[in-house]
Each structure stands twice: as structure tokens, then as C-alpha cells.
T-cell receptor, first 114, second 117 residues
Framework: DSGVTQTPKHLITATGQRVTLRCSPR?????VYWYQQSLDQGLQFLIQ???????AKGNILERFSAQQFPDLHSELNLSSLELGDSALYFC?????????????FGEGSRLTVL | AQSVTQLGSHVSVSEGALVLLRCNYS??????LFWYVQYPNQGLQLLLK??????LVKGINGFEAEFKKSETSFHLTKPSAHMSDAAEYFC???????????????FGKGTTLSVSS
């Protein structure tokens, strides 16, 4: 158990809909990262938050947005969903001393868009 | 920009045989390098990492990797494969963080390891 909690584990929805994925980082970790894993693209970095503020952006679509709340949990919002958004979405957190480089991953939220 | 290339999307070995998973990276700064393992329906678990110091690093479950700057490689090895090693393996790179916020990892596309008896 990495200590990173993601909900829901599975989600099935229709094209055009909007969903929210939730992540609670390990106790004490201030940074949260979101990744998308798909068969064709592999693991793609989407976005990072540190202590409530956006820190870095990767290949995140404009239809996607995220935020980190004062209690440090984070949400990833996916809107106007398309079939190609079907993927496994991972959240990760990094230790307070971020220079070690290691990320701790949750078990992911599997999104299926029909 | 940093990138990672994992040579071979699938590797098959017999139980007891040597495991070699290849990873090459591109980075304009001294990299941090990682190997993660993903078992079915689970998240990614850190196997080992190289940050600074000794270039041969040992990880969990008998795996090790060697950082070779001249070859820009960080191949993962295990002397004797076990059935339980069957999983997907990811190589990743990042740059040293300038502060405690940390930096994102850039992953390779992964290598699926199959182990037969």
C-alpha cells in the first residue's frame, strides 16, 4: 500500500459527459501528480500541484482541469469526454523533501467512455 | 527535453534465466533514473533508483541496474527470473529538483516481462 488513495476505481460514462477523479496523497506529501496511462500513449504526465498551486503542466488537454485543495487532496476534472479519453488515470505524490525524486502511485482510476 | 526509450515492448524468459530489460534516456542535465514495476490491476511500485553516487544500484526483489553515462543507459537486470517477476516494467527519468516541490517523472512505454516454467 503506497498510501495514495484514488477514487473511484472504475468509472463508466458516455461521450460528452464530465467526470471527477479524486486523489488523496500520502500523509505529509505536498506534491500531487496526475498521469494518464493508455495502450497507445503509455504513461503521460498531465499536471503537478504543490501545496495548492499548479507547478508543472504536461500533455493535459484543455478539456481537462485539476486542482489541489487546502487539505491537499486533488481532483482531476475531465469534460466533454471522448472515446479516446478511456484510460487508467494515476495520481502520485512525492515526499516533502522532493529532491529524492521518487513518486508514490495510487492504484488508479479506470475510466471507460462509451 | 527529457525522454526515455525502452527497447522491446515484450521480453520472455524461462524461470531461472537472466532478465535484461533495456532503457536508454536523453537528458540535457544529470538525470535521476528509476525503474518501476506494475502488476496487473495495481499501481506502480518503485524497484530502484539512481540519483548520485554509485552507478550500480540494487533494488527490491533481486533487481539491479547500472547507470552508464557514456551509453546513456540504465538497463535493469536480475540473475534468475522467478514466475512472480511477470509484470510490466517502466523506466523513468527526471531532473534533480531545485526545491522540495519535486519534479514529474517522464516514463518509457514499458516492457512486459513474461516468465515461463
Amino acid at each position: 500500500d503506497s498510501g495514495v488513495t484514488q477514487t473511484p476505481k472504475h468509472l463508466i460514462t458516455a461521450t460528452g459527459q464530465r467526470v471527477t477523479l479524486r486523489c488523496s496523497p500520502r500523509s505529509g506529501d505536498l506534491s500531487v501528480y496526475w498521469y494518464q496511462q493508455s495502450l497507445d500513449q503509455g504513461l503521460q504526465f498531465l499536471i503537478q500541484y504543490y501545496n495548492g498551486e499548479e507547478r508543472a503542466k504536461g500533455n493535459i488537454l484543455e478539456r481537462f482541469s485539476a486542482q489541489q485543495f487546502p487539505d491537499l487532496h486533488s481532483e482531476l476534472n475531465l469534460s466533454s469526454l471522448e472515446l479516446g479519453d478511456s484510460a487508467l488515470y494515476f495520481c502520485a505524490s512525492s515526499p516533502r523533501t522532493g529532491r529524492t525524486g521518487e513518486l508514490f502511485f495510487g492504484e488508479g482510476s479506470r475510466l471507460t467512455v462509451l | 527535453a527529457q525522454s526515455v526509450t525502452q527497447l522491446g515492448s515484450h521480453v520472455s524468459v524461462s524461470e531461472g534465466a537472466l532478465v535484461l530489460l533495456r532503457c536508454n534516456y536523453s537528458s540535457s542535465v544529470p538525470p535521476y533514473l528509476f525503474w518501476y514495476v506494475q502488476y496487473p490491476n495495481q499501481g506502480l511500485q518503485l524497484l530502484l533508483k539512481y540519483t548520485t553516487g554509485a552507478t550500480l544500484v540494487k533494488g527490491i526483489n533481486g533487481f539491479e541496474a547500472e547507470f552508464k553515462k557514456s551509453e546513456t543507459s540504465f538497463h535493469l537486470t536480475k540473475p534468475s527470473a522467478h514466475m512472480s517477476d511477470a509484470a510490466e516494467y517502466f523506466c523513468a527519468v527526471s531532473s534533480p529538483a531545485s526545491n522540495q516541490a519535486g519534479t514529474a517523472l517522464i516514463f518509457g512505454k514499458g516492457t512486459t516481462l513474461s516468465v515461463s516454467s
